[in-house]
């Protein structure tokens, strides 16, 4: 055994009694957390220690390149958090401190631009500022990009591609250069505009763009159907594609606009126990007809609102199955100034469906055809909508 093998060996023994880990209180926002923390203390076996130690040594011996004890545990640490599920992860204390400057529920994308080069066939890199934190990960102007979150581009439209870049605040992406090169995992950190975007149709229908959920969201939805139905509205169709997310809060309210009773989403956890979300009673467009728009990537709380109206059968849903968040998170701070990011909850249906990894299914499956424009796309959705009985 060697002398830092000996030392994580004795460090590791010291913490196999009793292995202490930092709680945040209960919250529902990601970036909610107060001075007090809950210490619980819980038994690491000395199996799985010795284990550790044995494959700790093998690694530093034997490994191509030498690694030090901090960079070791770095990766052993991350490890242990991102083998948890798909969005919870380690954050170093400059990362963490990122992250809680930003308020929840914003949309962002990364700190560059990608446009196609038609000699070449492929879509690459510009704007990138020499100072940004691309930059300093390696991206240049240029370099072409093959995939992003595993998806290629070489067929994709300059909507298409943006909407991959962009994505919930503080939420990470991959970038992959070639196809059989490493990916660089970013965090989309620049804030896109997030105006909600109304339009009224010759058929009367009110399309409404919800990038994400906000604090004032639900307001401005009830402000531009008040304002549009002095125009005569036959429905609203709620576009959510490419929604990420953003606000628990703000979905549930949008959602009880058109909801008089009922749970609207539940969430169950093992730490925190299980709540429940209702419609208060009345409500100001019960004869409206609804519909709602979304695709794969419509996520988190764009499902919690679709799924509210869909199994209570307010609204009519079109578009793809939605990307299958449906996850509460909170960060626990960490003494050196880093954090864990964690999965603490899981979001469920008012019919009990879980979200997570599933997703919600539209009534009627219609994707944007390859050769169709946007604004023809819409009309023929909202032309449905008015069919529906």
């Known amino acids: 055994m060697t002398r830092h093998t000996y030392l994580v060996f004795i460090t590791l023994l010291a913490c196999s009694g009793l292995f202490t880990v930092w709680a945040a209180p209960a919250n529902n926002n990601l970036s909610g957390f107060d001075d007090e923390l809950d210490l619980k203390s819980e038994e690491v076996p000395v199996e799985s220690i010795q284990k550790f130690v044995q494959i700790y040594g093998i690694v530093q011996d034997n490994y ?29 204390p400059e990362e963490y401190k990122q992250l809680v400057q930003y308020t929840e529920g914003d949309i962002a994308s990364v700190d560059f631009e990608l446009e196609h080069n038609d000699k070449i066939n492929q879509w690459v890199i510009k704007n990138i500022k020499k100072d940004g934190d691309s930059s300093k990960q390696g991206l240049r102007n240029g370099v072409s990009v093959f995939k992003i979150d595993d998806q290629e581009l070489k067929k994709l439209n300059h909507d298409q591609v943006n909407n991959l870049l962009s994505g919930a605040v503080g ?6 250069l070639a196809g059989n090169s490493q990916p660089f995992n970013l965090v989309r950190n620049k804030k896109v505009e997030t105006d909600i975007q109304a339009q009224l149709l010759n058929n009367h229908v009110l399309v409404v763009k919800v990038k994400v959920f906000q604090q004032d969201t639900a307001n401005q939805i009830s402000n531009l159907i008040d304002q549009y ?3 005569g509205i036959k429905a ?7 929604n990420p997310g953003g606000l628990l809060s703000a979905a549930v309210e949008s959602a009880d606009l058109f909801l008089s009773q009922g749970i609207i989403v539940s969430t169950k956890s093992r730490s925190e126990g299980d709540q429940q979300y209702q419609a208060l009673p009345g409500y100001d467009h019960d004869q409206l007809k609804v519909g709602i728009l979304i695709n794969n990537r419509s996520a988190s709380a764009a499902e919690v609102f679709t799924a509210a109206l869909k199994e209570h059968g307010r609204a009519w849903v079109v578009g793809e199955k939605s990307y299958g968040k449906g996850v509460v998170q909170k960060l626990f701070p960490l003494s050196d100034n880093s954090a864990l990011q964690m999965t603490v909850s899981h979001y ?4 009990g469906n879980m979200i997570e990894g599933i997703g919600i299914e539209p009534n009627h499956s219609y994707v944007l055809p390859p050769d169709m424009k946007e604004e023809a796309y819409i009309e023929h959705v909202a032309e449905l909508l008015l069919n529906q009985k």
């Open 64 to 92: 191509v390149q030498e690694k030090n004890d901090e960079q070791l545990f770095q990766q052993a640490i991350k490890g242990l958090v991102s083998g948890l599920d798909r969005y919870s992860r380690y954050l170093l």
């Open 171 to 176: 939420s990470t992406l991959s970038i992959q």
């Open 229 to 231: 139905s002095e125009n």
């Open 236 to 242: 609203v169709l709620i576009d959510l594609r490419n």
């Open 348 to 351: 469920y249906t008012p019919k």
